[in-house]
């Protein structure tokens, strides 16, 4: 199993979700509004999307904003923490590496 | 005039602050880099889930709505959410200065302020302090604050399967919000040995008797976890976390009291989430930034008044003592009101100056239950990545270490880069100081990532003039 968001319909604090989509390296996930980048990511099933200096996989750590395991590009920018940002419906969101960046 | 307070931060000694500041007539700007106070603790949910019923997931709920409303309605309070202090600087040697950017996280093109406040109160908080241990870096893995911020703040619950390990209190409120969204919890695994928790926890019981409503929240979690039949082990860690691009099992072994492995005593676990945190380390770069000294390197020195030793500068909260929300508040009411100019005789202070020093003795005592055993390292091997960011190894940090040549812990952190990479030494530093010998590293004169382009731009001046005259 993977991450997921709690069921709207099982959900105890009674929420009503809008749907957003978002692209990542150009595929279409779907989520939530409100939902972080991050947990739009986590609940389409991916663990990990960046790549550290050796090229192995990393996702979400910290979760606050401390640690920049999480980063992304949203709609060109780069370095966005994914935990941080609300995902916006239509943002294209691409992966970053660091083993990209130092072989450049 | 009217004085003005800036509170960086708005969790629960932020908020406290604001409301004590106020309460004293001064005018107030709060920042905090969320969209919604409250901070970790009460961290709410995106109000685009127009949730019914949002207190469901929190303690204290009526409390922390009540203090909000008040602090936010007040006409005297101008609260910035989605700002974020950046810098901190003190020209004149007088009232610091405090830079602060405006705008979605890391977006680009935020709007640039300064604040030129009478007085400051820093409320920055806390994040998860997780040791090293080999496969801690593998997805999957991640800290207890991470599993807590996900399934409170947007209702993501991070594994179906899993195992909550480290040492603090802060394992049960992880361990009761992923059970009530449904997760199954494997077991809850608490490093300090039992004798050495009942040791802490049972000295000197009438602290405690003062902390009730901790004591009772505690009692609760305990109960909830009984009830779904979630083991907590003590004297019990995760050492290994293993998996093939995530992680899939996490091994566990038993700890003697100074948490050196008990041979023998290794589990496998399978696993999809694996959460740990080993305390908290507060968030001290505003600090350090505005000169505050620190107390053992570890916390800001404060006196009676939550004064700090940077005159017009004010603490509150996790970053002078790991003591929870309720003891947060207090030093935030107290910091707050001698920040906005009350008087430090003001009879209603004794009360809360008797709270917040039973707040002192709270984490004093949570300290003293919860120490990390000073043998961990015997879980990293020479390939277990201790820097995260840098992808640093135990093997490599030992080596520049040993190294005659330069084996200054400034020399060691420049020759493996440990700690010099994005996050800038927070995740591992306190790890790497206790490797090395000496300090954690707290200075990082840009607190927040800030985009050259931003920097490029002249900031916005807010003085107090155009600000009165709204």
Redesign the interface.
């Known amino acids: 199993m993977s991450p997921r968001l709690v069921r709207a319909a099982d959900d105890a604090v009674g929420r009503r979700d809008t749907p957003l989509r978002i692209t990542l390296d150009g595929e279409p996930l779907t989520g939530v509004a409100g939902q972080t980048v991050a947990g739009v990511l986590l609940g389409s099933g991916r663990t990990a999307w960046r790549e550290g200096p050796s090229g192995a996989p990393r996702g979400v750590f910290c979760g606050i904003g401390a640690c920049f395991d999480c980063l992304v590009t949203v709609n060109g920018v780069r370095d966005v923490r994914a935990c941080r940002r609300r995902a916006r419906d239509g943002d294209a969101v691409t992966t970053q590496s660091r083993a990209r960046e130092d072989a450049r | 005039m009217t004085r003005h307070v800036v509170i960086a931060g708005a969790g629960p000694a932020g908020l406290g602050a604001a409301a004590g500041a106020l309460r004293a007539g001064a005018r107030v700007t709060l920042v905090d880099?969320a969209?919604n106070p409250g901070g970790?603790y009460h961290r709410m949910?995106?109000?685009?889930?127009?949730?019914?019923?949002?207190g469901?997931?929190q303690h204290g709920w009526r409390g922390f709505e009540r203090l909000r409303g008040r602090v936010l309605g007040n006409p005297r309070c101008d609260w910035w959410p989605e700002s974020t202090v950046w810098a901190i600087d003190r020209p004149d040697r007088g009232a610091p200065h405090v830079h602060v950017l405006r705008g979605?996280?890391?977006?680009?093109e935020r709007e640039r302020h300064v604040l030129r406040p009478d007085a400051l109160v820093l409320a920055p908080g806390a994040?998860?302090r997780a040791l090293p241990f080999p496969g801690w870096?593998l997805?999957?893995?991640?800290?207890a604050?991470?599993?807590?911020?996900?399934?409170k703040?947007?209702?993501?619950?991070?594994?179906?399967?899993v195992v909550i390990a480290g040492s603090g209190p802060f394992l049960l409120p992880v361990a009761a919000t992923l059970l009530?969204?449904?997760s199954t919890v494997r077991e809850v695994l608490e490093a300090g040995t039992a004798a050495a928790l009942v040791r802490g926890w049972t000295r000197r019981p009438w602290e405690l008797a003062a902390q009730a409503g901790k004591t009772a929240e505690l009692a609760g979690y305990a109960g909830l976890l009984a009830r779904h039949g979630v083991p907590y082990r003590t004297g019990r860690a995760v050492i290994e976390a293993r998996g093939d691009?995530?992680v899939e099992e996490a091994v566990t072994a038993r700890l003697r009291p100074d948490w050196s492995v008990v041979p023998g005593t290794e589990r496998t676990v399978a696993v999809?989430?694996l959460c740990v945190t080993h305390g908290f380390s507060p968030?001290l770069e505003l600090p350090v930034a505005a000169g505050c000294e620190l107390r053992d390197g570890a916390f800001v020195t404060v006196d009676g008044d939550q004064r700090t030793t940077v005159p017009a500068v004010y603490a509150a909260g996790e970053a002078t003592g790991i003591a929870g929300a309720q003891a947060a508040r207090t030093e935030g009411l107290l910091a707050g009101w001698i920040a906005g100019g009350g008087s430090a005789e003001a009879r209603e202070l004794d009360s809360l100056r008797r709270r917040r020093d039973r707040g002192r003795a709270f984490a004093a005592r949570l300290a003293a239950a919860h120490p990390i055993g000073a043998a961990w390292p015997g879980w990293l091997r020479a390939g277990t990545i201790v820097c995260?960011?840098?992808?640093t190894t135990y093997g490599a940090l030992r080596r520049a270490a040993g190294d005659p040549a330069g084996n200054s812990a400034a020399a060691v952190r420049l020759a493996t880069r440990a700690g010099l990479?994005?996050?800038q030494a927070?995740?591992c530093g306190p790890a790497v100081a206790e490797l090395l010998g000496g300090p954690a590293p707290h200075h990082r004169p840009i607190a927040q990532?800030i985009r050259l382009g931003e920097l490029a731009r002249p900031p916005i001046e807010d003085t107090a003039t155009k600000e009165s005259a709204r």
Do not use: K
Request: net charge negative; charged share 30%; hydrophobic share 35%.
């Open positions: 880099a969209e970790q949910l995106p109000d685009a889930y127009a949730a019914a019923r949002p469901r997931l979605e996280a890391d977006a680009p994040h998860d870096e997805p999957g893995v991640c800290t604050g991470a599993a807590q911020a996900l399934a703040g947007e209702r993501l619950v991070i594994g179906d399967r009530e969204a449904g691009g995530r999809d989430a968030q995260r960011c840098e992808e990479g994005p996050c927070r995740v990532p």
